[in-house]
């Protein structure tokens, strides 16, 4: 057996860390911005928006949580529900940040942070989407062409 195969051969039995690693990089980075933008204190919040936002980063939370112990098994289906949920997190970027910013709840530097916080979450989770797809149809590949030989 050469060394690409031994390679594939070993997918099988190892556990696809690194875009479960970046899954959970990107839910740290949404606890941040969670930090981040409910410690600011201001009436600006208090309204029904602030209800939907907490459910979006509970549902953020968990669905990535779910996705990183998905991908360790490559399934690769949870490779594009990450990619979803990262693009979830630049669309965030439009509704708090950018409202609380233009009516000057957010001074520059956490406008600054809340924005970095959202990338951040958000280019994890597409990368390690993108690794778990590009993991999961190799494996299976490996794994078609073991049965037709």
Known sequence: MDRENLK???????????????????????????????????????????????VVNLLFMLFGFW????????HGKFGYMMIVLGLA?????????????????????QFTRAIVYLCAAAAFMIVGGLLSIRNSRTLQNYLNSIEKN
């Open 67 to 74: 996705a990183s112990i998905e991908v360790k098994s490559y």
């Open 89 to 109: 997190q630049i669309a965030r970027i439009f509704v708090y940040p950018m409202k609380a910013r233009a009516a000057e709840v957010m001074t520059g530097g």
């Open 8 to 54: 594939l051969d070993r997918m099988r039995y190892v556990k696809d860390s690194m875009p479960s690693t970046f899954a959970i990089l990107a839910v740290v980075f949404d606890i941040l911005y969670f930090v981040l933008v409910y410690k600011i204190n201001h009436d600006f919040f208090y309204n029904s928006l602030i209800g939907v936002s907490v």
